[in-house]
């Protein structure tokens, strides 16, 4: 009997790249109007590097950038690139489609929900947030929680504990099949690949289902859960 669903954040409820893709764009054009003389497809490359090197979620990646450019921070450009990332950031973080619907609809199923995100616990919360999703869950558990990124299972085993269920009566639902699917599915939790969130073309998921639409996430609480009951 399914009594709790697991969630990734990133590019499970949330397109985290296609927002992360407009805040930079609108980010970088600012920082030109504000003085940045270098080409816009310079500096765009200039910051893949940076987050490739430092991590995708790393809060100081202007700063970095205008360092290494002037070996200084010039503060009117920084600004400029903050304040243009953080309206653009605003705009574009929404939810996938039917995500609310699927959530409240999960709600009242009885379902106890959950967060487990390798994100940093302060920018996890601000997007949960801001997309009024953190009276949903039971649980959040990020990166500061464990000290352990998925796949290892103390962030799995973490919203267990917090979720007061067992492996066996819980699904994980995430984008990424060797942190979310594998990591999940060691600890004995039946797992589902959001395929709508995939962003590496991923081949071999590792998962015991796949889903075009979170809506599917009904069908398959409710194909588990008739099945219980009819043995």
Request: charged share 30%.
């Amino acid at each position: 009997m399914i009594k709790a669903i697991i969630f990734d954040l990133d590019n499970t409820l949330v397109d985290f790249m296609q927002m992360k893709r407009q805040s930079v764009d609108s980010a970088i054009s600012a920082m030109i109007d504000a003085g940045l003389d270098l080409p816009r497809e310079e500096i765009k490359e200039r910051i893949n590097a940076i987050y490739k090197e430092r991590g995708i979620e790393f809060q100081n990646v202007f700063d970095q950038l205008l360092y290494d450019i002037f070996n200084k921070v010039d503060y009117k450009i920084l600004s400029a690139g903050i304040i243009a990332y953080r309206r653009a950031r605003e705009a574009a973080l929404v939810p996938y489609p039917h995500v609310y619907l699927t959530l409240a609809e999960l709600l009242k199923r009885g379902m106890k929900l959950a967060v487990v995100s390798d994100a940093p616990v302060r920018e996890a919360w601000l997007r949960l947030c801001y997309l009024n999703f953190h009276q949903m869950f039971d649980v959040v558990v990020t990166f500061e929680d464990t000290g352990e990124r998925k796949p290892h299972p103390a962030p799995f085993l973490k919203a267990l504990e917090g979720l007061h269920a067992k492996a066996d009566e819980t699904l994980m639902v995430g984008d990424w099949a060797e942190r979310d699917m594998i990591g999940a599915s060691k600890v004995g939790i039946k797992t589902v690949f959001a395929r709508y969130g995939d962003t590496f073309g991923t081949i071999e998921t590792h998962a015991d289902y796949e889903i075009q639409d979170v809506r599917e996430l009904l069908d398959i609480v409710d194909k588990e859960n008739r099945a219980v009951r009819s043995s």
